[in-house]
């Protein structure tokens, strides 16, 4: 038996056998494959959950927020090193509405700020560019592009359908932004969006999305990874999200446990864990 973990480390579970990890470099040091054979690209999403399944809870006011005490600097750490790995993040429509109202804060970057140096400095070494690319999922393309992606000269891709408003389309192409029309819509399929983002060289896709991109992510098959941080914590609530709606997925959400941590220095009473699983 070994000695309790420090509030630097992590006990990982799994694989077997169980052991102390640095949490700072956990997913830093994952080698993510490359993308399978006849794939385009390799798809990671991530996204943290209570016990009883909330990402999202609504507010009486009709605000809607992640749960209180889901998120704090330990799963903010591993969140950005799964960003370091990516080429480009795909985003949507929705998350940038949050954040021009400020509702949510600003992940589109990586490796800003004294705390991401290492993360800077991790991409530099692999000869990545300092930022990956961002793509943009939306069907209103009610669009506001914040001002940080030119800023840090981030590409930006608009993914829509044939579905979306044609002045929009028009507008944002005029402002300078590639916009390409994926299909008939209305929502844009992530077997269309990855093919079209591994057309301009990106090899690793990050998705920041929610469940209407994890469904058909799960659905076509495409989505290769996801890491899940689970608060030990029971949310509850009237009105929530939880990862995935839609009909019953059946074999297409089958995904295989590749790595547990349990991490009990979460902050706070309670710990959480930190899970990795394929898919596809
Ligand atoms: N805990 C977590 O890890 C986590 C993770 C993700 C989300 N959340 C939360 O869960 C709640 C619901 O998530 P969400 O807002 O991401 O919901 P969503 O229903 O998956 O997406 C919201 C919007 O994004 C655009 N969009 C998403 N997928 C698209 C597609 N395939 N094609 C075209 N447009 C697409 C659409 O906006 P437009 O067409 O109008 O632009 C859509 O209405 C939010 O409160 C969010 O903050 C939590």
Redesign the pocket.
Known sequence: MFSPPTSREVVQLFPLPARKRRLEGLYLSESLPPPAAGAPALVYA????SLDG???V?DADGA????EG??NPRDWRLFQELQAHADCLVT???????LASG??GNVLQVGLGADGADIARWRADRGMTAQPAVA????????PVPDSLAAHRQPVHV???AA?PRDRIEALGEAGFDVVVTGP??????RD?VEVLAGHGYRRLYL?????????ALRDGVLSRLYL?IGHRVVGGECF?T?L?GAVLGEAGAVRLSALYLDEAAGGEYGQFFACFEAG
């Not at 809607?64 to 749960?67: E, F, G, K, V």
């Open positions: 991530n996204f943290v959950t909330r990402i999202a609504t809607t927020r992640l749960p889901l998120t949507h429509g929705g998350y940038l509405r949050a509702s949510l943009v999922l939306s069907a209103s393309l009610d669009l993914l829509t359908t979306a819509g209305p929502w844009v399929r992530s969006a920041q999305t929610g469940p209407r991109m994890l469904e058909t941080t999200d990862m709606r």
